[in-house]
């Protein structure tokens, strides 16, 4: 609850700030259109996470349009295509977090997460709650550990 509690919004948009900039590689921007481009996750849940964005600033699933949403999604698609031939990956977490509470790390601006995935690389729940699913406690962990080590 402390870090929920302590969690702030960050200042300005990094998607914006991502698209307005001209120099593509410093934005980590692969590709753009008139509706939507593709960028790299700066922080990867695993390599090759990449994000077809919505160019305009727009925050919910509903002020989207139509063409909007077609864009970002052929774009989801492209990515989904070149992460198969340059990496290999056997399947794909693609998905939207719209809103705090369902783990949007940005929450004012659309974007479609496009994670590659590899047979035994870990399930979906970092994906789409970001968190690691442990079956105990740390703290229970340790103290198992600690007595079979030390007896």
């Known amino acids: 609850m402390a870090y929920i509690a302590s969690a ?23 590709t753009r259109g008139d509706r939507a481009y593709l960028i790299l996750n700066a922080y990867p849940y695993t390599s090759g996470h990449l994000m077809a ?12 349009t139509a063409e909007e949403w077609a864009a970002v999604m052929g774009l989801a698609a492209t990515a989904a295509g070149a992460l198969s031939a340059e990496y290999g ?3 794909f977490n693609i998905g939207i977090n719209q809103g705090r ?4 790390g940005i ?16 399930n979906f729940m970092g ?6 699913v442990l079956p105990e406690a740390l703290e229970q962990t340790w103290e198992r550990l600690k007595a079979r080590l030390h007896g």
């Open 101 to 104: 509470v369902a783990g949007a």
């Open 107 to 122: 929450e004012g601006h659309l974007h479609v997460h496009v994670v590659p995935r590899w047979h035994g690389d870990s």
């Open 127 to 132: 994906v789409v709650g970001d968190v690691r």
């Open 89 to 91: 990956a056997d399947g």
């Open 53 to 64: 964005v919505i160019n305009r600033h727009v925050g919910d699933v509903t002020q989207a």
């Open 8 to 30: 702030k919004a960050a200042a300005g948009c990094i998607f914006c700030d991502a698209l307005s900039r001209t120099d593509d590689r410093a934005g980590l921007v692969l």
